[in-house]
């Protein structure tokens, strides 16, 4: 079982910048792909970014050069580093874990960019 706790989100203004925490309190955090997915009003989920356990990282179109995805898995804590922040990106962020057949979500963090 992992147990995942998103934080970090708020209010920022167009065109600045939040780190979001995916904390995991579950044991072997390292073999999990953590993904970082936002849905905004009325709109379907989206895949924001991953990270494999070994580092290997893919982020969407739709947020690269702005967005960085990490991990220390030392810490069981996953990052999204979010810079120049858009009205768009306002939306729930939601973190999961993913391992073959499991698949775990935090409850979400609201990320509101707006002046």
């Known amino acids: 079982q992992v147990q995942l706790v998103e934080s970090g989100g708020g209010l920022v203004q167009p065109g600045g910048s939040l780190r979001l925490s995916c904390a995991s309190a579950?044991?072997?955090?390292?073999?999990?792909?953590i993904n970082w997915y936002r849905q905004a009003p009325g709109k379907q989920r989206e895949m924001v970014a991953n990270?494999?356990?070994?580092?290997?990282?893919n982020v969407a179109d739709s947020v690269k050069g702005r967005f960085t995805i990490s991990r220390d898995n030392a810490k069981n804590t996953a990052y999204l580093q979010m810079n120049s922040l858009k009205p768009e990106d306002t939306a729930v962020y939601y973190c999961?874990?993913?391992?073959?057949?499991?698949?775990?979500w935090g409850q979400g963090t609201q990320v509101t960019v707006s002046s």
């Open positions: 990270i494999t356990g070994d580092g290997s990282t």
């Open positions: 999961n874990a993913r391992f073959h057949t499991l698949s775990y």
């Open positions: 579950g044991r072997r955090f390292s073999i999990y792909t």
